[in-house]
């Protein structure tokens, strides 16, 4: 039974004015149905006020018949993503969400159709896979070339290509076999297949990618579910190299990606009084069973860094650091000397240092929570002795060594830290050549371990590792004391990785 909306003009703390419009029961939720509007002045929200109680009498409220795809739009916008997670959930959200839910209207999204989901890409990963066998088809037109032609034959292949993607057989997102690949496919020879991928990628139509095959430009449209592209009659799945499906599941970790993504739209869709319910609380993504990973014991800990050492003090101490602090690669990597304080034994980690796509970036920790760790007197004199050294070069040659230099670094005068996979790769050799398994992220959980079995407690522990929720925030400030048990902690690790170095030898 339709209500006679009413509503009325109020002002707000803030000196602004609301409409706000009461337009009856909506039939799905059985919610009061609230219309709202903000304007600056009192003329202006009865402005306002007149056209929600129109869009009221008319039935429509805002939103209430929105899509997921406008959701997640509308949600990807005002996100708090970091750039590395905003690229990982767009590409999600393009690649799997929207294709599967966007259509869907947000209020008619419950539990079950995202358990459903999970299930389908944990079995997988490709929406239009319904478990039979079929041939994933590639849009790649046949390449002839005409001899009677004027045109040159790289030319009539750029123009076929270029054909095919204006007509949308190629569509954007799609990917283009290797030039070998072509090659082998089609009978064109490298030179002519090259210099047209060159041509198209001069056109913009085309994106050439480093180290993997090109791609037609532009955003992928996300089609619903099902709407795989039928080739068409003159398609020959053998020039094209259409393989077999076979199947990828989605990993249990990039489910659960997927599923905060919706929780964190849901939750925002409520907020905005789009739907009355977040139907990801109802809904389990797959959880993985980690296998408890043995930590290596401190002997064989111990037998790496002399490792390290032999090959380099620089490297020996790192390694030290990672088993003493429990500090991350990039984190490490990312010291300054500035963030080193001797006298006090305080290590400061500020940033995560990470070289991605070539390109060098220094940012914030990963939990965002820079951090004071306790050092011990025999790690702060290893430093010590570290940096004297480092400083008796420079002065050599007459450079001082600066404040923000990098504790570890290949350059002369420290001004670029090692690159953390160089860091790995140094410290698996040192691991090979010891004969022990240890990788960097063993030493954390070496820390870890130790740490637990120690008697030390798992928020301390969190704290010393940076693990976001542990208590790390009172260690946020310089002026913070460091907790006594942090200094008891950095004590008890320094001695026991020593005690058994002194054993190897
Ligand atoms: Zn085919
Ligand atoms: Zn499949």
Redesign the pocket.
């Known amino acids: 039974m339709p209500r006679v909306a009413k509503g009325h003009v109020e002002q707000l703390p803030s000196g602004s004015w609301r409409a706000r419009v009461y337009a009856g029961v909506d039939p799905i939720t059985q919610r009061e149905i609230r219309l709202k509007a903000t304007a600056k002045t009192e003329q202006q929200a009865h402005i306002e006020l007149g056209r929600l109680l129109k869009q009221a009498s008319e039935g429509r409220t805002p939103e209430s018949g929105a899509t997921m795809a406008k959701l997640l739009d509308e949600y990807a916008a005002i996100a708090p993503w970091d750039v590395s997670t905003r690229q990982t959930n767009e590409g999600f959200i393009r690649r799997t969400i929207k294709p599967a839910l966007g259509h869907l209207q947000v209020r008619k999204v419950r539990g079950p159709i995202l358990d459903k989901l999970y299930a389908e890409l944990k079995r997988c990963g490709d929406l239009s896979c319904t478990g039979r066998p079929f ?1 994933e ?2 849009n790649i037109p046949a390449l002839v070339i005409n001899p009677r032609d004027p045109r040159p034959a790289w030319q009539q292949v750029t123009d076929t290509l270029t054909e095919a993607i204006r007509s949308g057989f190629l569509a954007s997102g799609d990917e283009l076999p290797s030039i070998t690949e072509l090659v082998a496919l089609q009978g064109i020879g490298t030179s002519v297949m090259r210099h047209a991928l060159e041509a198209l990628a001069a056109d913009g139509l085309i994106l050439v990618r480093r180290g993997q095959t090109a791609i037609v430009a532009g955003n992928p449209s996300s089609t619903p579910q099902g709407a795989r592209r039928r ?1 068409g009659p003159a ?3 053998r020039s ?1 190299g ?1 393989r077999p499906h076979v199947c990828h599941p989605m990993k249990a970790s990039t489910i659960r990606g997927i599923h905060s993504i919706l929780s964190g739209a849901f939750a925002a869709a409520q907020r905005w009084e789009w739907t009355d319910r977040n139907p990801a609380e109802s809904a389990k993504p797959p959880t993985t069973i980690r296998q408890p990973i043995p930590a290596t014991s401190p002997d064989d800990v111990a037998k790496v860094i002399a490792e390290a050492r032999a090959h380099s003090p620089a490297l020996g101490l790192y390694l030290w650091l990672v088993v003493v602090t429990g500090v991350r690669r990039g984190e490490l990597c990312g010291l300054q000397i500035r963030d080193i304080d001797l006298d006090r034994g305080l290590v400061h980690v500020a940033f995560n240092y990470v070289v991605r796509g070539g390109q060098r970036v220094r940012k914030d920790t990963k939990t965002h929570q820079d951090r004071w760790l306790a050092i011990d007197p025999d790690t702060c004199a290893l430093i010590a002795s570290y940096l004297d050294e480092i400083r008796a070069e420079l002065a050599a040659v007459g450079v001082e060594l600066s404040d923000d230099a990098y504790l570890f670094s290949n350059d002369p005068a420290h001004s670029r830290p090692w690159n953390p996979d160089w860091a790995t790769h140094k410290v698996a050799e040192a691991a090979a050549a010891a004969g022990v398994k240890l990788d960097i992220k063993g030493g954390r959980h070496y820390t870890a371990s130790q740490l637990l079995a120690g008697g030390f407690d798992l928020r301390n522990t969190a704290a010393r590792l940076g693990h976001s929720g542990g208590g790390a925030t009172t260690l946020r400030h310089y002026a913070d004391p460091v907790p006594e048990v942090d200094r008891r902690a950095a004590a008890y690790l320094a001695k026991l990785t020593a005690r058994s170095e002194g054993q190897t030898g």
């Open positions: 041939t088809h590639r080739p398609h020959d799945c094209a259409c």
